[in-house]
């Protein structure tokens, strides 16, 4: 670095600890970049956590992947049944990247009680049933126990008890028509409720009862090794259209595979705009903060033109001068990166860790406070996109250097 370009750089650094007419549109620029950072880290917080949420709610229901029989024309009631004894199960070592797999079956049922009825769908679940994912949504009692005999254990909604004035301990019948003829005498079982969950999504807890699968293989009069469908998990989200069609290949030509954004496409439609939204939102704050930063510039250059002549008359050259400039503009930047990120960063981990904030209206998203995700790549990517894309938006404010000559220089004031 020689002499005159040093001597610039110091001059034009210190500029913001003057008193001078670049000191507050300076910290304007810091302030605007700031705020900027904030709002993209907690918009893309919001729209991750957002999408992980819904995502597990509708998973913990279905699973990743579901494989049934064709016959059963994806129905919601088990019809016609699928033999255990599958190559995949209860190990799907065959395709890579599988965590769990689960028999379940379904069967359309009605509660009735002295006062009222209500029409549910029975998931019977055994014992490779995976209950962490509802371990979560769990709000009162516990959840059932089917590793050992026959049980009337059930786990209900709380939306489900509400309507019904059920609570823990609760014992109620519940009748099951016959599929294959309606019109015989329908089979009724008797249940005990132990548990109460509430996942927050209406369209499944207020239809959705587990119960012990050895019910519904007796109603429908299935062997032990037979089941309605198999639920797949997978270990990453973002290879579920990939591993739905390595097992496609991997099963039986009578059985199909369906994954859950097919399933409920319209769902997953409505959250991928989310990062559309975020898209939006980074585009505008970047813009937003550029605008400043070149406005600062602008002003740190008017203010040091006579320097600037006396740099060019001492023989600087012009892109010397201009990247003494572009390098205070990047320090600046960094400024307004740091505190954004310790603000933005700490919003994020306060809403995480107390969720203050809350949806107005929690049944249009699922959930009723709004979650927060955030990974480390995304936070370095938004630092250094911002970084770059201000300083190419300044590269071409920075060329009026290149047209102030020495002498109009030095005798500006």
């Known amino acids: 670095m020689n002499f005159e370009y040093f001597i610039a750089k110091r001059l034009v650094q210190g500029a913001e600890h003057k008193i001078s007419i ?64 599958q190559e ?52 009162d009692g516990k959840l059932p126990d089917y590793t050992e005999n026959l049980n009337d254990e059930v786990l209900m909604s709380r939306r489900m008890a509400s309507r019904l004035r059920f609570d823990v301990g609760s014992s109620f019948s519940t009748i099951f028509l016959k599929e294959e003829n309606p019109e015989q005498i329908p089979n009724q079982r008797k249940f005990t409720v132990v548990g109460i969950y509430d996942s927050g999504y209406e369209d499944f807890d207020e239809l959705y009862l587990f119960v012990d699968i050895r019910h519904i293989q007796r109603m429908n009069k299935w062997e032990a090794n037979e089941v309605g469908n198999f639920e797949v998990f997978l270990n990453d989200f973002d290879e579920i259209d990939q591993k739905s069609n390595a097992i496609y290949g991997k099963t039986l030509s009578t059985l199909d595979t369906q994954n859950i954004k097919g399933k409920y496409g319209k769902i997953f439609e409505w959250i991928s705009l989310f990062d559309f939204n975020v898209a939006g939102i980074i585009g505008i704050m970047v813009i937003v903060g550029g605008i400043n930063m070149i406005t600062a510039l602008l002003v740190l250059i008017l203010e040091r033109t006579q320097m600037i002549g006396v740099l060019k008359a001492l023989g600087a050259a012009d892109w010397s001068i201009r990247k003494v400039f572009l390098y205070n503009a990047a320090y600046l930047i960094c400024i307004g990166l740091f505190w954004g990120n310790i603000i933005g960063l700490g919003i994020i981990w306060f809403q995480h860790r107390f969720r203050f904030f809350k949806f107005p209206n929690s049944e249009e998203y699922y959930i009723d406070y709004i979650p927060v995700q955030i990974s480390g790549l995304s936070i370095i990517a938004v630092n250094i996109g911002v970084l770059l894309l201000c300083l190419l938006m300044l590269l071409l404010p920075s060329y009026i250097i290149t047209k102030i000559t020495p002498v109009k220089a030095i005798k500006f004031e």
């Open 88 to 139: 995949f199960y209860p190990n799907f070592d065959i395709v890579e990247g599988i965590a769990h797999v689960q028999a379940v079956a379904m069967k359309a049922g009605v509660i009735r009680t002295e006062e009222t009825f209500e029409g549910v769908i029975t998931k019977g679940v055994g014992t490779d049933y995976n209950w962490e994912v509802f371990q979560e949504y769990l709000e």
């Open 22 to 85: 670049s000191a507050p549109i300076i910290k304007i620029a810091i302030a605007a970049i700031a705020l900027g950072i904030i709002m993209m880290l907690i918009a893309i917080a919001t729209a991750a956590g957002l999408q992980n949420k819904i995502r597990e709610k509708i998973t913990a229901f279905n699973g990743h992947i579901q494989i049934y029989n064709y016959d059963n024309n994806n129905s919601e009631v088990s019809v016609v049944p699928v033999s255990t004894e």
